[in-house]
């Protein structure tokens, strides 16, 4: 072998006292802590961050489709529902993109965080990672997207004369309540999907069946309108679906111009926060099991 | 507990074996979760105790699949102990494989922030050593190309530049050191002497007697999970040796010997 010196280099010498300040002394926060998830939080940003120039990379639009898509969607739906077959609902495009569009939020988000743990195996079986930054980090680049798509539905609003009031401003505060659900339901699946991979496909399956029973291409009031028995069965299976709490909080602001209700907004927020206790903590709990199941 | 001290108790890693492997929750329920209750238990280790200084160099020696990488996982804490108790206290910087958490698509700058907040650092502090990481990697412009048009000896550079300057109070190689040009070898071994002289603990897996002399004093030989000797490093190779020839070893004939007589024989027939 080689003397040492001639090949490594002074600068990156190891001084075992140099440059331990306040960095290389902070106590590893506690497993499954939410001190430890804090502790990556900027782990979460750049996967976002990564997440956001891989999917957009080499096209030369970028992040602008992001914005492109929804626009493209609302186009058509506002054509369809204005001239083709009109709805008697004014501005029905509005109606259905402000509640379209947290649904296209949380259900992308969930469909890509329940496998993000499984498409992720190769790093954690090397290194020593809080494994739900995963599943965080699909919630969080769709966030990103979601307000992105709020761009164009502004554009529209301005568009169809659908007016803009104060109410606009609970919409950060609604986003906050689906984010915190959907972080929750996706954490809870992803941990489930690494022991039992159907659950991606029931997940499906489920979301499918749960679009029809949420209200997003009618209003709950059009369902109360109704008076056979089977509507009445049909509002008992609105109600308990969480979804069913989630999208007023965006729709209400946007459409009818007035913030949520407090028993919407209380309902939603203690859905949320149950969702995101039970996922997180069951996550947790199952996390060191799931490298024996990939 | 002192800063890079490790210190395994009676560790044992247990990983289930499926005889049917059962990934459908239809396969589950027909069985009525039996799978769950009653796998076969495969110990890749079992009963074994190692108290590891500060500032020691210790190889792990052992046959594939002896649970070399195994106890590796378990001190850098990606794999939790089924039985027993595992303390590593300090950071330990994992080169359990270099440039584990490389995305292909990123930049080789991206993948320096991303990969040093896998290990916990900000981005902040990833900044004050970016310009070091890179000088040590030797890439040069190469460092805003992807890293999927990287050869594999430039990703292990890249991969051991990152791994080499998060400070770490204990370092844990797989053989990595097989990857990259010889230049860069004696780098890198190099840059692991540095560490040793300024104590940082030290763990590392290799077939290679020489290499392993070259850094540890001290050697574990494991066979089958289970610890066989800890000590002297070439009393260790020996032992070692003496294991991988048999059960029971035949009279004075060492294992290198007869691999290779072996070896010879296959050939001419």
Known sequence: MQPASTVSSPAAAVKPTEGRGADAERPAPRHGSLAELFHFHQLIQMLVVRELKVRYKRSILGLLWTMLNPLMLMIVYTVVFTTIMPSTQKNFAIFLLAGLLPWIYFSTALMQGITSVLTNQDLIRKVRVPQAVFPLSVVMSNLVNFSLSLVPLFILMAVVGQPFTPALLFLPVGTLVLTVFASGVTLLLASFTVFFRDVRHLTEIALQVLFYLSPVLYSFDQVKAHNAWWFRAFEIGLTVNPLSWMVPLIRDPVYYGHVPGALVLGVASAIALASLTVGYRTFVKLEPRHIHHF | ?269
């Open chain 2, 1 to 269: 507990m002192r800063t890079g001290q490790i210190r395994i108790t009676d560790l044992g890693i247990a990983y289930r074996l499926y005889r049917e492997k059962v990934t459908t929750l239809k396969e589950a329920v027909t069985n009525r979760f039996r799978h769950l209750r009653s796998s076969e238990q495969f110990w890749a280790l079992r009963h074994i105790s190692l108290d590891i200084q500060p500032g020691e160099a210790i190889a792990l020696v052992g046959h594939n699949g002896s649970g070399k990488s195994t106890l590796l996982k378990t001190i850098a804490g990606v794999l939790q102990p089924t039985e027993g108790t595992v303390e590593a206290s300090g950071r330990v910087s994992p080169m359990i494989e270099l440039g584990a958490g490389f995305d292909s698509e990123l930049t080789g700058r991206d993948n320096i922030f991303l990969n040093g907040a896998l290990l916990g650092f900000t981005r902040k502090q990833m900044e004050g050593r970016f310009d070091r990481i890179v000088a040590f990697s030797e890439l040069g412009d190469f460092i805003d190309m992807p890293v999927k048009n990287y050869s594999s000896g430039m990703q292990a550079r890249l991969g051991f530049a990152v791994a080499q300057d998060v400070e770490p109070d204990l370092l844990i190689i797989d053989e990595v050191l097989a990857v990259g040009d010889e230049r860069f070898q004696k780098k890198c071994t190099a840059r692991i002497g540095d560490f040793r002289t300024a104590g940082v603990t030290f763990v590392y897996v290799s077939h290679s007697l020489a290499a392993a002399r070259e850094l540890c004093p001290r050697a574990a030989v494991l066979h089958h999970g289970r610890l066989q000797f800890d000590g002297a490093i070439d009393t260790a190779w020996e032992r070692y040796r003496e294991l991988e020839s048999g059960p029971t070893p035949g009279p004075s004939v060492s294992a290198g010997e007869s691999e290779e007589s072996a070896r010879r024989s296959a050939g001419t027939l």
